[in-house]
C-alpha cells in the first residue's frame, strides 16, 4: 500500500476521546455530558486567561485605593477613562484600559492561610464532602470539551519547574491536569530527537496509523483513538514550538510587556491564546508583602500593570476579548492595619480582583468597602460567587449542572451562592 | 480472636487447615490443596457453564476462539509481563500437543519470571505509584518465588514484623502511608482507606465523617473500629529498614456523625466484624517489651491492635477478604471486573455475574488463598481465551476478549523482547543503574500518578512526547548487537522483513495487506533501508495493537 494516509484521516474525533476519557473516571451514568455541552458551545469557543499573583496582592494598593484615610498608604488614587472609577497610581497603564475591566471590590472569604488558601480558592472553595474538587482551569476544559487547536486544553505559565501537573484536576481525573511551562520553557520530550528528521518523523507517524487503521477494523474505537489523539497533540505541540521560542516575540512587544519574568510570561500567554489553547494561567510569585509592603507593591504592582494593561489592550484590538474571559486575582488580599515592619498581613474578609472578557460587563466597579478599607460596605460576595459569575460568563448554567464523580453528583460551585448579575453581560 | 467471625473455615476439616488458620504465620501449605484443587480445577468449566447461561438468555453466541498467536501473547502478557520471543511464539505455533495451550500456562506459571511479574503486578496494585523501596520489592519478590498464600501475605502487612529479615519490607505497605506531606496531617485516615480498598473491596472513605448515604452497609463504624488501630501507629526511627510502631491501645474512639450529634464510641473492629473488647492494663504495665528512650525503641504493648487485625481480616470466613482477591485476579485477567468500581464491593452494586464471583471467591478459599491456582483456570477457561478481534459487535458481556492496559513493566520488558537481540532476559538478575534509570523513566512515562490506581487504558501526553523524542526508545531503533533493527537489516527479501518485524514486535504474522504494505515502503526507501526499518519497528511499538494486551 502507498504511503497517501492523510493526517487528516487520522484525526480522531476529540470528542469522542474526552468522552471516553470521561466514562474512564466515571463509572455510573454521567450527570454531565461533555459531548452534548460540547457541541452546544463550539461556536463560542471561550477561552479563560486566569492570572494567579500568588502570595495576595494588596487591594488597596491596585484596586481599591484609600488614599488620605487611616491605613491608605502613601500612593494616590488616579483617575481611568471609566469616570468615577479610581484606582492606584501604581496601575497608570491598567486604569486605560478601564473602559474593557470589571473590578469586584467586595471580596470576602474564608482562608487565611497560604497553603489551604491557595488551593481553597482555585477550587472554588466548596463545601467539605471529602473530595478534591477541580482548580477553575481544570473544570473549565471539562466543561467546556475540546476546542479544535490541537494544543493541550490547559496550559499554565510559571516560573521555576513545569511538566504536567495533575494536581489541578482533583476529582476529574489526571487527564484534566495542566500542562506546565517552568519559566515558559516547554515540557520534556518535545524536541524532537537530533537523528530524526522531519520527513522520518512523518514515516512513522503513518505507518503507526496504518497499524492502527488495521487494528481498529471490527473493534470498538475507543483506544485507538484516545491514542491516536495524544499523539497528534504531542506532534502538534512539537511542530508548534516556535511558540515558545522567546527569540521570535516583536521588539516591540517585548518592550511593551516588559523584560521580567510575568512580562515575558504575558506575552508567552498571549501567543498561547492567539493559538486556541483553552485555559491559559499565568502565575506570579512573590506578592506577601508582609515586611515593606510599599517598595514592594511599588515594583511588584508596576510589574503587573504593564504587560497586563498591554494585553488586555492587545485582546481587544484582536477581536479576541469577546471570546477570552481574563481574570487576575490572588489568595485574599492585605490587611489594612500596617504592621510593625510597614507590611501588610493577609486579610481574606474584604479585597478585590479584575476580570475583562467574555461575559463580562465593561467599565464598571462593582461592591464597596468601608471608609477605611476594612470590611466589605456592600454584599459581600465569596469565591464561589466568583465562580458561578464565570461559569455564566462562559455560557455554562452552573446552577442547573452537576459534576459526576464517580456516581456522586456534585454542584460545580458553591450551592450557597449565585452568579454575580451585575457582573454579567 | 474467634469472636470476630462464625468460624466457618476452610472446607476441609483436615488438622493442618486448622492449624494455618489458628497459627497464620506458619508457612506451610494446605494439604487439603488435592481435595480442594478439585473444586479449583473445576473452575474454568464453572465460569464457562455460567457464562453460556448469560448468552442463552440473551439469545447471543460467544464470539470465536482466539488463534494461537493472540492467545500465546494475551497468556505470556498476564502470566510473565511480557510479550513472547519470536523463537517462542514460533515454538508454540508449531507444537503438535492439541493440549499445547494448557502446557504453556502450566510452563510460564512455573517460570521464575511469574514470581516477578507477580511481585510488579502487586506492587502497583497495593503502592499505586507510591514510589518503591528495596525492602518492600525484595519482600514481593520473596513472597511470590515462594507462592505465599494472599492470606498470609496480607497477614505480613498488616501487621509487619522485623524479623525475619525476608518479610520485613512488608511494613512499607504502611510506612509509606505514614510519611507526612508538606504541612500536612498523617494521613492516617488515608491509610485506613486503603486498607478497606485494597484487601476487602470497600471504600470506606465517606464513612469516615457519616454512614454512607446510598450504600447501607457502609456505615461509619466498619471506617472507625479500623482507624482505632492504625492511627495508633506510627514510623519506627530506630531502625534503618521500614517498621511501624504501634503505641498501646487504652481506650475506644469517640466519633460522631456530621449529620447527626450523637456521641458514639468503637473499639478494635474489622469492618463489618465484632468489636473487640480492649483489656486495661496497669499504668506502666501496657507494655510487653518496655520501651528505651536511650534507642528510640518504641516498645511492644501487650495488647496490639495490628496484630488482632491481622488475625481476623485475611480469613476465609471474612467472605469480602476473598471476594475482593477474587474480583482483582479476575480483573486482572480480563481487564474489567466483575464487580466494578473494584473497591465497590456492597449489596447494592451486585456483580455484573454474581454466580461468578461466588464460584471465584469459593475456589479462591478451597485453594488456601493461592493465586496461581485461580489464575490458571482463569487462564483456562474459554471466556479468557475468546478473541478481541470484532469486539465492536459485543452484545454481552465477556462475548469477546477484552483489551487489557500494560504496566509501565509490562511495556518496557516487552520493548526489549521486542526490539532486543531475541534472547530471554534472566529473572531476577539485579538491574544495572541504567537500567534502573530506564526503568523509572517508564513508570514516568506510563505509569499513573501516585495513589491513582492504574485501571483502564488512559494514554496521555506526555507518554505520547516520550514514544516520538525519548532517547530511551530511539536507541532501541538503532543497529547493534544483533538486536530487531539489525536482523532485519540484514534480510534482503522485503516479505521476509514483514514476517519477521511483525511476529517479534506484534506478536503474529503480518496479513498480504501489512506484507504488501511493509514491502512497498521499503522499497520506496532502498536509499535509506535502515533508517526506514527503524521506522517501521518504531510504527509497530507506537500502535495502539502493541501498547495493549488484547
Request: aromatic letters at 8%; a negative charge; one cysteine or more.
Amino acid at each position: 500500500m502507498p504511503l497517501n494516509c492523510q493526517s487528516d484521516q487520522h484525526r480522531v474525533s476529540r470528542r469522542r476521546w474526552l468522552g471516553t476519557a470521561a466514562a474512564g473516571t466515571a463509572a455510573a451514568l454521567p450527570l454531565f455530558d461533555p459531548a452534548l455541552h460540547a457541541a452546544a458551545l463550539q461556536r463560542s469557543a471561550k477561552q479563560v486567561l486566569f492570572i494567579w499573583l500568588d502570595g495576595g496582592i494588596s487591594q488597596l494598593e491596585s484596586w481599591d485605593p484609600k488614599p488620605n484615610t487611616e491605613f491608605g498608604g502613601p500612593f494616590r488614587a488616579i483617575p481611568t477613562s471609566v469616570p468615577g472609577i479610581h484606582v492606584s497610581e501604581l496601575l497608570p497603564q491598567t486604569a486605560q484600559q478601564m473602559q474593557h475591566l470589571a473590578i469586584v471590590r467586595s471580596l470576602c472569604t474564608e482562608d487565611n492561610a497560604h497553603s489551604s488558601g491557595v488551593d481553597r480558592i482555585q477550587r472554588g472553595d466548596p463545601k467539605n464532602r471529602g473530595v478534591v474538587y477541580p482548580y477553575f482551569g481544570s473544570a473549565v476544559t471539562k466543561l467546556l470539551g475540546p476546542n479544535d487547536s490541537g494544543l493541550p486544553p490547559y496550559v499554565w505559565i510559571k516560573p521555576l519547574s513545569g511538566g504536567f501537573m495533575h494536581k489541578d484536576a482533583g476529582f476529574l481525573g489526571p487527564q484534566y491536569g495542566s500542562l506546565a511551562f517552568g519559566d515558559g520553557k516547554p515540557p520534556q520530550n518535545l524536541l524532537q530527537h537530533p537523528d530524526v528528521s522531519d520527513q522520518q518523523q512523518q514515516e512513522r507517524m503513518e505507518i503507526r496509523a496504518f497499524a492502527d487503521q488495521r487494528y481498529a477494523r471490527g473493534r470498538p474505537p475507543a483506544s485507538t483513538d484516545a491514542n491516536g489523539f495524544v499523539f497528534s497533540m504531542g506532534l502538534e505541540l512539537m511542530q508548534r514550538r516556535q511558540l515558545f521560542d522567546e527569540s521570535t516575540f516583536s521588539p516591540g512587544d517585548v518592550q511593551r510587556y516588559g523584560t521580567h519574568d510575568l512580562g515575558r510570561h504575558m506575552l508567552l500567554a498571549r501567543r498561547m491564546l492567539e493559538a486556541g489553547v483553552q485555559v491559559v494561567k499565568v502565575n506570579s510569585y512573590g506578592w506577601d508583602t508582609h515586611g515593606d509592603n510599599f517598595n514592594g507593591s511599588y515594583s511588584l504592582v508596576r510589574r503587573f500593570d504593564q504587560p497586563f494593561a498591554a494585553l488586555i489592550s492587545d485582546l481587544a484590538v484582536a477581536g479576541l476579548l469577546d471570546q477570552v474571559l481574563v481574570i487576575a486575582m490572588s489568595e485574599f488580599g492585605r490587611t489594612p492595619r500596617v504592621n510593625g515592619h510597614l507590611g501588610r498581613d493577609h486579610w481574606p474578609e474584604a479585597w478585590s480582583l479584575c476580570m475583562a472578557g467574555a461575559g463580562v460587563r465593561r467599565g464598571i466597579a462593582v461592591g464597596s468597602t468601608s471608609d477605611n478599607g476594612t470590611w466589605v460596605a456592600s454584599e459581600p460576595y465569596d469565591i464561589g460567587h466568583m465562580f458561578h459569575t464565570w461559569f455564566s460568563a462562559l455560557g455554562i448554567n452552573s446552577r442547573e449542572t452537576a459534576w459526576d464523580n464517580q456516581g456522586q453528583p456534585l454542584p460545580l460551585a458553591h450551592e450557597d451562592c449565585r452568579p454575580v448579575s451585575e457582573l454579567l453581560l | 480472636m474467634s469472636g470476630f467471625w462464625r468460624n466457618s473455615a476452610c472446607s476441609g476439616s483436615s488438622l493442618l487447615c486448622l492449624l494455618r488458620q489458628c497459627l497464620p504465620l506458619l508457612a506451610v501449605g494446605c494439604w487439603c490443596c488435592d481435595c480442594v484443587s478439585v473444586t479449583a480445577d473445576e473452575l474454568a468449566q464453572r465460569i464457562d457453564s455460567l457464562l453460556q447461561q448469560s448468552f442463552t438468555s440473551a439469545q447471543a453466541e460467544p464470539g470465536p476462539v482466539s488463534d494461537d498467536g493472540e492467545f500465546c501473547r494475551r497468556v505470556t502478557l498476564d502470566l510473565i509481563g511480557r510479550i513472547p520471543a519470536a523463537s517462542e511464539l514460533a515454538a508454540f505455533l508449531g507444537h503438535p500437543d492439541p493440549q499445547r495451550r494448557v502446557l504453556l500456562v502450566d510452563q510460564l506459571l512455573s517460570s521464575p519470571e511469574h514470581s516477578r511479574r507477580m511481585a510488579d503486578l502487586f506492587h502497583v496494585m497495593l503502592m499505586e505509584r507510591r514510589g518503591d523501596h528495596p525492602e518492600w520489592l525484595g519482600f514481593l519478590r520473596t513472597s511470590f518465588a515462594g507462592q505465599k498464600p494472599w492470606d498470609q501475605l496480607v497477614r505480613e502487612i498488616l501487621d509487619p514484623q522485623e524479623t525475619p529479615e525476608q518479610i520485613r519490607g512488608a511494613a512499607w505497605f504502611i510506612t509509606r502511608r505514614l510519611e507526612k506531606v508538606g504541612q500536612q496531617d498523617t494521613d492516617y485516615p488515608g491509610l485506613t482507606r486503603d486498607i478497606g480498598r485494597l484487601f476487602l473491596g470497600c471504600d470506606l472513605q465517606c464513612a469516615q465523617c457519616h454512614d454512607h448515604l446510598t450504600i447501607s452497609d457502609y456505615r461509619q463504624i466498619e471506617f472507625q473500629g479500623l482507624y482505632t488501630v492504625y492511627r495508633n501507629t506510627s514510623i519506627r526511627k530506630d531502625v534503618k529498614f521500614p517498621a511501624v510502631a504501634e503505641q498501646p491501645l487504652t481506650k475506644k474512639t469517640d466519633f460522631m456523625s456530621v449529620f447527626e450529634k450523637q456521641s458514639l464510641t468503637v473499639g478494635p473492629r474489622v469492618p463489618f466484624g465484632v468489636e473487640q473488647e480492649i483489656p486495661q492494663y496497669e499504668s506502666g504495665q501496657e507494655f510487653a517489651v518496655a520501651p528505651d528512650r536511650a534507642t528510640n525503641f518504641p516498645g511492644v504493648p501487650k495488647f496490639r491492635g495490628l496484630q488482632l487485625i491481622a488475625q481476623s481480616l485475611p480469613v476465609s470466613a471474612n467472605r469480602r477478604f476473598a471476594e475482593n482477591l477474587a474480583n482483582r485476579l479476575w480483573f486482572v485477567m480480563f481487564g474489567t471486573g466483575l464487580v466494578n468500581p473494584l473497591d465497590q464491593l456492597h449489596d447494592d452494586n451486585s456483580a455484573t455475574h454474581p454466580e461468578v464471583l461466588a464460584a471465584v471467591a469459593d475456589a479462591v478459599t478451597a485453594a488456601g488463598f493461592r493465586i496461581q491456582p485461580i489464575l490458571r483456570e482463569l487462564a483456562l477457561s474459554q471466556a479468557y481465551q475468546r478473541s478481541s478481534a470484532g469486539a465492536a459487535s459485543e452484545r454481552v458481556l465477556y462475548q469477546y476478549g477484552r483489551e487489557k492496559r500494560l504496566s509501565a513493566e509490562q511495556l518496557l520488558a516487552s520493548v526489549l523482547m521486542a526490539c532486543g537481540d531475541g534472547d530471554l532476559m534472566a529473572a531476577g538478575d539485579s538491574l544495572s543503574e541504567a537500567e534502573q534509570k530506564r526503568a523509572e523513566s517508564f513508570v514516568k512515562a506510563f505509569g499513573n500518578i501516585p495513589g491513582e490506581p492504574e485501571l483502564e487504558f488512559s494514554p496521555s501526553l506526555k507518554a505520547a512526547l516520550f514514544v516520538l523524542n525519548d532517547p530511551l526508545l530511539q536507541e532501541q531503533l538503532q543497529p547493534g548487537g544483533g538486536n530487531l533493527s539489525e536482523r532485519l537489516a540484514a534480510i534482503a527479501d522485503n516479505g521476509a522483513v514483514a514476517e519477521q518485524l511483525y511476529r517479534s514486535v506484534l506478536s503474529r504474522v503480518p496479513d498480504a495487506e501489512e506484507v504488501e504494505f511493509v514491502s512497498d515502503y521499503l522499497g520506496q526507501r532502498a536509499d535509506a533501508r535502515r533508517q526506514a526499518i527503524g521506522n517501521l519497528i518504531w510504527g509497530l511499538l507506537a500502535s495502539t495493537e502493541f501498547c495493549l494486551n488484547h
